[in-house]
């Protein structure tokens, strides 16, 4: 009797704890879903908060909206806010069909699939004031926002500097800060270019009143010319105060002007306000090994159109390609930074190498014309060795003519020598190009798998920076001539770049820009093509 006691205490236990599991359990998985005002007109905007309740784990996805009624865009943060009643994601819901709207949310939480959904209904019908840009309310006090550019004509890929600001009297009671919703920015590229809270220290005065302010600078590069339009920026403000509603800015206007016909043979690209140094990274150099020379492009203007400058010249040794690099800076207060591009150059003879820089030919927008830097010339010291020095000691003439005659004996065995290798292996300048490119696709390599995720235009920009050198380096083309060489050959590896290549251009003019998985799946292909890239360059046949 005692033994069976037990038994069906042990029981009522096991059932116990499986049941507060799973309530425990069921209540970390429910999701549920709530959209303001559940009636909304067509000129109007709704706002969609969901919710997992419970407590929150580690690396939860956002969830999906889907409504054929809304166009429906994610508020910041994507990842969400931990709140008292569990983790919440908020969405902007803009009307774009008339009638009833079944909102539906859908979460992925391990290998189950939450749903949930709300009622919306969208009229045509306005039964409320017209959207004013100023709210005023007897609590808050006065709001309003508003968007300007520094210039309405500007030349195609000349920086605009778009300026939103929000002006405010009073902080909202609850603490809650308003979502900003920029628009798409068509026939622009755009880089956020800095933001300014707003400041107790810091306030306007207008009409006698004092406002706190908020800035946010967005800098834009026309890609297209003719006449463009830059729509509302909508400010989201928080249902929480009186009737509270959403403020929008006017659309703001810009004419943009192609670059003047013909462009100069050698134009770089490059549009803004630059100045060219030249420097040796290295001072001297043994025959037949490399000395590093470095051209850099520096000053206000879009980086990402400056691709190439003409390669220098030399008649005492030969000079190829290295890495292009850039380091994007605010400058007086315009997008810009410096371009690098590395050289190296190989002499062929002992003595003092001459080394000429042509003009970089560059677009100014200030002066209206094409403007070119002057040429420049470097010498580089070079030895019959690496480490020896230049200043050998005085020698008599007999034994410099002796020296003379033996080091030519020597050239002649070696030169033969030299000649039966060649014959049995491959040139040595094909070696010396499989050995740049090893070292090339190995840098490379390196370069991609360092590259942050986040920001994925900052992501494909890099990517397609990193491929296109690495590609124009083994194809011995300028970068910007890489996808017409890439279409015209059939070596290994050429169609695994071109498409790494059309997937950064996908992604630096896509409406969003692509999420971390695709930014680390871009990665992951871009350095499978370098490798197969290089793969075929140390395949390549003796000749």
């Not at 009643?85 to 079944?102: C, D, I, K, M, Y």
């Not at 840009?133 to 309405?152: K, L, N, P």
């Not at 462009?263 to 043994?286: I, K, L, M, N, Y």
């Not at 005085?394 to 000649?419: H, N, P």
Request: net charge negative; charged share 25%; hydrophobic share 45%.
């Amino acid at each position: 009797m005692a033994r069976a006691r037990r038994l069906g205490l042990a029981a009522v236990l096991v059932a116990w704890c499986v049941l507060g599991t799973a309530g425990s359990e069921a209540q970390v998985l429910a999701l549920e879903i709530e959209v303001e005002p559940k009636r909304v007109t067509l000129d109007d905007i709704a706002t969609a908060v969901v919710r997992l309740s419970g407590p929150a784990k580690p690396g939860l996805p956002q969830p999906s909206l889907g409504c054929l009624n809304f166009a429906i865009e994610p508020l910041a943060p994507l990842s969400g806010r931990q709140t008292a009643r569990g983790r919440q994601w908020r969405f902007l819901l803009v009307p774009v069909e008339a009638g009833p709207a079944h909102v539906e949310a859908m979460l992925t939480y391990g290998d189950e699939v939450l749903t949930a959904s709300a009622e919306v209904r969208v009229v045509r019908a306005l039964p409320v004031e017209p959207r004013a840009a100023t709210v005023r309310d007897d609590i808050t006090g006065i709001r309003f926002v508003t968007a300007e550019v520094d210039s309405a004509s500007v030349y195609i890929h000349e920086q605009v500097t778009y300026r939103f600001r929000y002006y405010f009297e009073t902080w909202l009671p609850t603490g809650e800060s308003p979502q900003y919703g920029f628009p798409q920015f068509d026939g622009f590229s755009s880089r956020a270019a800095g933001q300014t809270p707003a400041d107790e220290s810091r306030r306007a005065r207008i009409d006698g009143r004092d406002f706190f302010v908020e800035e946010i600078d967005m800098a834009l590069f026309p890609i297209v010319s003719g006449e463009l339009q830059i729509g509302q920026t909508r400010l989201v403000l928080p249902r929480v105060v009186g009737r509270g509603r959403d403020l929008l800015t006017e659309a703001v206007d810009v004419s943009v002007a192609p670059l003047p016909a013909p462009a100069p043979p050698d134009f770089s690209g490059g549009v803004g306000e630059f100045a060219v140094t030249v420097e040796r990274a290295d001072a001297r150099a043994a025959v037949g090994e490399g000395a590093r020379l470095v051209v850099r492009v520096r000053g206000r203007g879009d980086l990402d159109t400056l691709t190439t400058v003409p390669s220098p010249t030399s008649t005492d040794g030969d000079i190829y390609r290295g890495a292009v690099d850039a380091e994007h800076d605010v400058i007086d207060g315009k997008a810009g930074g410096v371009r690098t591009f590395e050289f190296v150059f190989v002499p062929t003879s002992v003595g003092v190498a001459t080394v000429v820089i042509p003009a970089v030919s560059t677009f100014s927008p200030e002066a209206g014309r094409y403007v070119a830097s002057e040429p420049q010339q470097l010498r580089i010291t070079a030895v019959s060795a690496a480490g020896a020095s230049p200043a050998a000691p005085a020698r008599s003439a007999d034994r410099r003519w002796g020296l003379v005659v033996a080091g030519a004996g020597v050239l002649a065995i070696a030169s033969v020598l030299a000649w039966r290798r060649r014959r049995r292996t491959e040139p040595r300048g094909r070696a010396a190009a499989r050995g740049r490119t090893a070292r090339t696709a190995s840098g490379t390599i390196d370069a991609l798998s360092a590259t942050e995720l986040g920001d994925g235009t900052r992501v494909c920009r890099e990517v397609d920076d990193l491929v296109r050198a690495h590609a124009a380096a083994v194809l011995g083309v300028r970068p910007q001539d890489v996808p017409s060489s890439l279409s015209e050959t059939s070596a290994r590896g050429a169609q695994a770049v071109a498409d790494v290549l059309a997937t950064c251009a996908e992604g630096l003019y896509a409406a969003s820009s692509p999420d971390a998985p695709a930014q680390g799946e871009l990665i992951r292909r871009a350095v499978a093509a370098v490798e197969q890239m290089t793969g075929r360059a140390d395949a390549a046949p003796a000749e």
